[in-house]
């Protein structure tokens, strides 16, 4: 009788069955099996978008052609695209250090959230005093290179599992390279080198460290921040980038080992963050 029951439930009967002809399949199993191949094959094309990724620049990103269309059906709004990938060399080490800087200090040293970050901002939007995303650098890098823009829960779920995965199989200096060459300067201007010939007239290799604070300070709003143009919060703004070069020029290739361990001592993750959201 045992002999039967094991017979019935082997993991060869099992596979037999999911393999067996579509024709003989009910609607049931055959919706199941879609759902099956249908996450698989998302699950596949997402690692082969990665891993590309370490080699490849890609051609165009879901924001771009999102600003196109925008562009497109708004009349007060002309087509413009403006982009040149380069390589980091060919980047100013000054811009490395003013992003780093103004949009994410802890970029080195983290695995892809900044957690005390992410819980100020939560507190603030939730007070209404003002919205902020608390993304760090590796998450603007995911969604920007993988994801369309949007401000649904659904997109931040996809955000962070394209986090996770970059910060896994990209090194820093990828994921900055990478950073500096899709991020929005301006509108339909992307990356550094594009952002350097527009504003500036020369290339992102010789920007100087007021270039490059003027730069990083566009980006919380590229659409509404113009170097060309300065408000006097932008200004304001600009002077204090720059005046925290004074920390030390961010070495991507060679982090503090001390800075590191103390980090790595008191970093939360992701699943600590969600934890807090849910008692809050």
């Given amino acids: 009788m045992s002999r039967s029951t094991n017979s019935h439930n082997s993991p060869t009967k099992k596979k037999r069955q999911f393999l067996r002809p579509w024709k003989t399949l009910g609607w049931g199993r055959k919706t199941l099996r879609v759902v099956w191949i249908t996450l698989v094959s998302l699950w596949l094309f997402s690692v082969l978008q990665v891993l590309l990724g ?77 919205f902020r995303g608390g993304s760090t650098i590796s998450q603007q890098t995911a969604k920007n290179a993988f994801l369309p823009h949007s401000r649904t829960m659904l997109r931040k779920a996809f955000e962070a599992y394209y986090t996770l995965m970059i910060e896994t199989f990209w ?18 201007i992307y990356g550094a080198e ?27 709003a590229p659409l509404k921040r113009n170097p060309a143009n300065p408000t006097p919060y932008f200004r304001r703004y600009t002077a204090a ?33 969600l934890e807090w959201k849910i008692e809050n």
């Fill in 54 to 130: 370490i080699f490849f620049n890609p051609p165009l990103t879901p924001l771009m052609v999102q600003r196109f269309f925008q562009q497109a059906f708004d009349g007060d709004r002309s087509i413009n695209f403006e982009r040149d990938y380069v390589p980091l060399d060919s980047i100013s080490p000054n811009l490395v250090t003013a992003v780093v800087y103004a949009e994410d200090g802890l970029f080195l040293y983290h695995h892809g959230f900044d957690v005390k970050q992410m819980k100020i901002a939560t507190k603030e939007n939730k007070s209404g005093k003002r």
């Fill in 194 to 220: 594009a952002a350097a010939q527009h504003y500036f007239g020369h290339s992102a290799k010789t920007l100087s460290r007021n270039e490059a604070a003027q730069l990083a300070a566009t980006l919380p």
């Fill in 171 to 188: 090194s820093k200096r990828r994921i900055m390279e990478v950073y500096l060459n899709i991020i929005e300067f301006g509108d339909g």
């Fill in 241 to 273: 980038i720059q005046s925290r070069f004074s920390w030390g020029k961010v070495d991507i290739d060679h982090p503090n080992p001390k800075k590191q361990k103390r980090y790595d001592d008191k970093e939360e993750s992701l699943w600590d963050f």
